[in-house]
């Protein structure tokens, strides 16, 4: 049973930086895919990154390319999301993600994945 479990969200001013952290357990990351979305109330859940385990491809959306980071931890269980220049419309939950089957490719797509954390709320005030 692959259990995924999100921190590191929470209040920020516009401008302000958080580092969210994503922790599987009952399985690695490796070789996995590993994606970070975000939902905000009445929208769709909204892709923001994702890595491949195997060799690190990394994809992010334009929205937030530039200042969002995404990463590896050493010990293969979690991944982490480091947010810079945070907006207010930013105000959302964030989730990581992972699929079943190893990737070669970031999926951009919610249906490509999973497994799911239970989220962390960012709220960005202005």
């Known amino acids: 049973q692959v259990q995924l479990v999100e921190s590191g969200g929470g209040l920020v001013q516009a401008g302000g930086s958080l580092r969210l952290s994503c922790v599987a357990s009952?399985?690695?990351?490796?070789?996995?895919?590993v994606g970070w979305f975000r939902q905000a109330p009445g929208k769709e859940r909204e892709f923001l990154a994702g890595?491949?385990?195997?060799?690190?491809?990394?994809v992010y959306a334009d929205s937030v390319k530039g200042r969002f980071t995404i990463s590896r931890g050493s010990a293969k269980i979690t991944v982490y999301l480091q947010m810079n220049s945070l907006k207010p419309e930013e105000t959302a939950v964030y989730y990581c993600?992972?699929?079943?089957?190893?990737?070669?490719?970031?999926?951009?797509?919610?249906?490509?994945?999973?497994?799911w954390g239970q989220g962390t709320q960012v709220t960005v005030s202005s």
């Open positions: 993600a992972t699929d079943r089957t190893p990737s070669r490719s970031v999926g951009t797509g919610k249906e490509m994945y999973d497994y």
């Open positions: 009952g399985r690695t990351f490796r070789p996995y895919g």
């Open positions: 890595i491949t385990w195997s060799d690190a491809r990394i």
